[in-house]
């Protein structure tokens, strides 16, 4: 994903929730202040040429359909507390993604053990990125952001942990991508997260278009989900 790409649909989320460009590049900034080193993305080789699981974290990942599909993917990324949910049913991740919003203790932990963190900055991040991020071992923090990339910190496009979890694998190189904990109407989340939830569901929508690949987790919703604002080729 090259910024000038994600651009615009990142204006189209910035005016959508009224956020502010500028806080943005504040937390990438910091991110990238707190990092004397990092983790080059090529290193996430478990991830390339297999077949991955996007874990979402929502209550469906708990069934245990969901659970045997994560066993039986090549590889794991995770997105935030969906990493707490794997490993109570001993299940390891190849990578958390997360905004850092919750679950502070496992981030540093996996970077302890080696285990790769993509860490997001955004504009209102700022102090859990420093209160956790001089924590964690950097070598594992992979840092990223939404606004425009600086290094170290890098823009692979999307917008919640879930999808930019989709989006990183799919940069790294995965052969093919599946979902589990995934659930676009939970009725227990907040009207701000079922708008988040709805822009998951578009910019998959979106890399799917890129990829050639039809992601099941959209099978039934596709002619629901406005995408306006993506640049889908027709």
């Known amino acids: 994903m090259e910024f000038d790409e994600w651009e615009p649909v990142y204006e189209a989320i910035l005016d959508d929730f009224g956020y502010d460009r500028a806080g943005d590049e504040h937390g990438r900034d910091l991110l990238a202040s707190l990092l004397e080193t990092s983790l080059d993305p090529a290193e996430l080789s478990s991830i390339r040429d297999s077949t ?121 190189g995965a052969a093919r991508l599946t979902f589990v904990g995934w659930d676009f109407d939970d009725p227990t989340v907040d009207a701000t997260k079922a708008r988040k939830l709805e822009w998951a569901e578009r910019l998959l929508v979106w890399l799917e278009s890129r990829r050639g690949e039809r992601f099941a987790v959209l099978d039934g919703r596709r002619d629901e989900i406005g995408t306006d604002a993506i640049p889908i080729p027709e």
Not at 59 to 76: G, H, I, K, N, Y
Not at 110 to 122: I, K
Not at 124 to 143: G, H, K
């Open 52 to 172: 991955v699981a996007v874990a979402g974290a929502g209550p469906s990942l708990e069934t245990e359909q969901a659970l045997e599909r994560a066993r039986a993917a090549d590889a794991v990324v995770a997105a935030s507390t969906a990493v707490d949910t794997l490993a109570s049913h001993g299940i390891a991740v190849d990578c958390m993604v997360t905004d850092l919003d919750k679950n502070p203790e496992t981030v540093v932990d996996l970077t302890e053990r080696g285990v790769p963190v993509a860490v997001h900055a955004h504009g209102d991040n700022l102090d859990a990125i420093r209160a956790v991020v001089p924590d964690c071992d950097a070598a594992a923090v992979l840092p990223t952001t939404q606004a425009a990339p600086r290094d170290p910190v890098r823009n692979y496009g999307g917008f919640t942990d879930g999808d930019r979890a989709a989006f990183l694998a799919d940069h790294v």
